[in-house]
């Protein structure tokens, strides 16, 4: 009776099997942050370049929130903490505003890799279109229609890596949205609108006594000679 000649499977070709499974030597698949995207609001922060790692862990403890991430903006000496607000929560601005004000009266240090810290009330792509629809909520806040006492702003533009932008416009898409009873003061602003451009996106954010406060530089701002 003939018989069918069935090799086993030698050992080594089980384990070639196997290993497709899993990444050369045995390494876990490492999970990056999620990137910087529009629709998100939180906390953007300079740093020593290379350090972003350490600085977001760094500025985590600063900020002192628990409701926050860290979303990769693909740039060099850039770090962004996304803050989940909750109804009573205070903004991201009330907040940086509060730590800024302390550390100019402490002095205290508390960082090594941050440099500057700023409010970001919302995100969105970088289009006249789309800057003018989202920066609304933030010129209703801050800018309202009626007011008894109209304030002065300035607005306060950085762009990296992003050469196509025109920044004249952006600027000038920012400045028209505010009502007009509220006017442009360059030299001694009431509040300032912060506007980044991180590649695509867009984000925007208010700052007061802008000048006061070291430009929100923690390292500044804790200097003995501030």
């Not at 806040?141 to 992003?162: C, G, H, I, Q």
């Not at 028209?176 to 006017?183: I, N």
Request: glycine share 4%; hydrophobic share 35%.
């Amino acid at each position: 009776m003939a018989t069918e000649n069935k090799s086993k499977p030698s050992n080594s070709s089980k384990n070639n099997r196997k290993r497709k499974h899993y990444l050369p030597h045995n390494k876990p698949v490492k999970k990056g942050a999620y990137p910087l995207r529009p629709g998100v609001q939180g906390f953007f922060i300079t740093c020593d370049g290379g350090k972003e790692h350490q600085a977001s862990n760094e500025a985590i403890n600063v900020i002192d929130t628990r409701r926050f991430s860290k979303l990769d903006s693909g740039c060099n000496g850039v770090v962004f903490i996304q803050m989940r607000k909750r109804d009573g929560d205070p903004s991201p601005k009330d907040i940086v505003q509060h730590m800024m004000t302390s550390l100019a009266s402490t002095k205290k240090h508390v960082s090594r890799f941050l440099l500057r810290v700023l409010p970001v009330e919302v995100t969105c792509y970088t289009s006249d279109e789309e800057i003018k629809r989202a920066i609304k909520p933030v010129i209703d806040k801050y800018f309202p229609v009626e007011s008894e006492v109209p304030r002065k702003f300035a607005v306060l533009y950085d762009a990296r890596a992003n050469t196509g932008i025109d920044r004249t416009k952006v600027i000038d898409a920012v400045a028209k949205s505010v009502p007009s009873l509220h006017k442009v003061d360059l030299a001694n602003p009431d509040i300032n609108i912060v506007v980044q451009i991180v590649k695509t996106v867009c984000l925007i954010g208010v700052v007061e006594k802008y000048k006061e406060l070291a430009k929100y530089n923690i390292r500044q701002l804790t200097s003995p000679k501030q």
